[in-house]
C-alpha cells in the first residue's frame, strides 16, 4: 500500500516555472514506476510524465517533452516534476500516481488505469 501527497502548485504567468513535488509512504516505494497525471476542467485526464523504478528511463507525453522534467528520490521516497515554459493550457489539477506491476515495455506505462495508487492532486494554473 502506498500514499501519495502532491504539493507545489499554484498560480504562475506564461513562461514560467514550477516544481511539483509527491511524497510517498511505504517501503514498497523504491520499485514503482512513478506517473504524474493531469486533468483539465471539461477535459478527461491525460498522462504527462512516468519514471521507471529504478530513475533510469522516463517518458514525457508530446505536449510536454523538453519542458518538463521527472525525477525521483528512492532514499526520500518522493518523485519530482519540474514544469518550464509553462503555458496556459497547461493549467490542470496535477496528480501522482504510483504502478505497482513490471510493465515489459521501457518499464513503464503511460496509461492511467495501469496505476493502482493516487494522490489528491495539486492545482496548477498558468495565467496568459
Known amino acids: 500500500q502506498v500514499q501519495l501527497v502532491e504539493s507545489g502548485g499554484g498560480l504562475v504567468q506564461a513562461g514560467g516555472s514550477l516544481r511539483l513535488s509527491c511524497a510517498a509512504s511505504?517501503?514498497?516505494?523504491?520499485?514503482?514506476?512513478m506517473g504524474w497525471f493531469r486533468q483539465a476542467p471539461g477535459k478527461e485526464r491525460e498522462f504527462v510524465a512516468a519514471?521507471?523504478?529504478?530513475?533510469?528511463?522516463?517518458y514525457y507525453a508530446d505536449s510536454v517533452r523538453g519542458r518538463f522534467t521527472i525525477a525521483r528520490d528512492n532514499a526520500k521516497n518522493t518523485v519530482l516534476l519540474h514544469m518550464n515554459s509553462l503555458k496556459p493550457e497547461d493549467t490542470a489539477i496535477y496528480y501522482c500516481?504510483?504502478?505497482?506491476?513490471?510493465?515489459?515495455?521501457?518499464?513503464?506505462?503511460?496509461?492511467?488505469?495501469?496505476?493502482?495508487?493516487w494522490g489528491q492532486g495539486t492545482q496548477v494554473t498558468v495565467s496568459s
Open positions: 519514471i521507471s523504478w529504478s530513475g533510469g528511463t522516463t
Open positions: 511505504g517501503r514498497t516505494f523504491s520499485s514503482y514506476a
Open positions: 500516481a504510483a504502478d505497482p506491476r513490471p510493465r515489459l515495455r521501457l518499464g513503464i506505462s503511460w496509461y492511467d488505469y495501469d496505476y493502482d495508487y
